[in-house]
């Protein structure tokens, strides 16, 4: 009899992306029934759509009303899994809990270098410890290589399936704005706010002046990305360059992810976009500031990173503590990237695209 598995997602997009190349390496292993827990729709599409699991189930703990969320909690109990995994990063003691209250027999989680009260970390049962000089990939190959009890071989590459109907969409949008034929670069200018997560942004102003400098290449045009809150950041960066640009707005996260993938380049900070286009295999120019391109940089081939080598970065590591500067300029590690800094790598870029 397979044993089962539980493989516990947490809410970020690109942090559940980043799982996908030891997914892709297990799901065929014989002697094993994998299951995923996961806590938000998107991922819980995502993990669906990637042909691992036998089952996915959808637990939203962080916004559902606790009674809701404790009668799943309990269906999930009674499939009485043999062993269960917390993905990394999931540095949050309510992670933890969830975890405990599985009801697995056996739990395997990380250790991470910042503790925060309550911890709780030895609700998770084994624990292997957090190498922050690690790639965040790498981190969850030796998280499962313990758990599963094998060696695993490495390839980093991250893996997201798109539907051909969401292709087709993603077809007709370019071809309604008439941008057929030209380099599309994709831009992503936002984040999310939880943890003042805002502050690794780039500023506007700065993605306005880069579009507006490739104005008269009528080869070149540039998509803005966001979620529907970052509407009005998307408008106030067309609205700078508006003639060679379109906003790509309110649109669900496979028909997003589908038009990335007909860009040539995808511009960003570090985000979950960043992740999504570097799993279409789309190169990626990403932006770094207070957080870590150690752990988080896209890997694919063509991608680059573009940060300042300041002592005092990253700031920001895998806890419940929020992004905070404590410099006297404030997060100058993101204000001094210019707008030369980027356009000399995407002019670059675009030389290598045309050869």
């Known amino acids: 009899m397979n044993k089962k598995c539980l493989i516990f997602f947490t809410i970020g997009i690109g942090d559940s992306l980043m799982v996908t190349p030891v997914l892709n390496k297990i799901k065929s292993l014989d002697g094993y029934e994998f299951h995923a827990l996961t806590i938000s729709p998107q991922i819980k599409e995502i993990m669906e759509n990637s042909g691992c699991f036998k089952r996915v189930y959808l637990i939203n703990f962080l916004k559902d009303k606790l009674t809701s969320s404790f009668s799943l909690l309990c269906a999930v109990e009674k499939e009485k899994y043999d062993l269960s995994i ?38 998770s049962g084994k624990l292997i410890k957090e190498d922050r000089s690690l790639h965040a990939i790498e981190q969850n190959f030796r998280l499962f290589e313990t ?24 077809d007709g949008f370019v071809s309604s704005h008439s941008l057929n034929g030209k ?25 306005s002046a ?31 360059s508006s003639a060679n640009s379109t906003a790509v707005k309110n649109t669900p996260f496979f028909h997003s992810a589908a038009i990335i993938e007909k860009c040539g380049l995808f511009i960003c900070g570090d985000t979950g976009l960043m992740h999504t286009a570097a799993a279409l295999n789309v190169p990626v120019i990403a932006i770094f ?10 890997l694919n081939e063509g991608s680059a990173v573009i940060k300042k080598d300041y002592a005092c970065i990253p700031c920001f590591e895998y806890s419940r503590t929020p992004l ?16 030369e800094d980027v356009k000399t790598v995407l002019d670059s870029k675009l030389k290598e695209q045309e050869k």
Not at 289 to 298: K, L, N
């Open 183 to 207: 380099t599309l670069i994709g831009i992503h200018p936002g984040s999310d706010l939880f943890k003042n997560m805002e502050k690794k942004r780039w500023d506007p102003v700065k993605y």
């Open 324 to 339: 905070k500067c404590v410099q006297q300029d404030q997060y100058k590690c993101i204000k001094d990237i210019s707008v």
């Open 147 to 170: 758990a599963l009890n094998i060696k695993l071989e490495r390839d980093h590459k991250m893996t997201l399936n798109i539907s051909d109907t969401d292709r087709k969409i993603a």
């Open 210 to 240: 880069l579009m507006k400098s490739y104005s008269d290449n009528d080869k070149v045009h540039f998509l803005i990305f966001g979620s529907k809150p970052e509407n009005l950041l998307m408008d106030a960066i067309h609205s700078g």
């Open 289 to 298: 500031g207070p957080t870590s391109s150690v752990y988080a940089g896209p």
């Open 86 to 123: 917390l993905v990394y990063p999931s540095n949050h003691y309510k992670y933890r809990i969830v975890h405990f209250l599985t009801g697995s027999k056996k739990r395997y989680g990380i250790s991470y270098g910042t503790k925060n009260f309550p911890d709780l970390e030895f609700l």
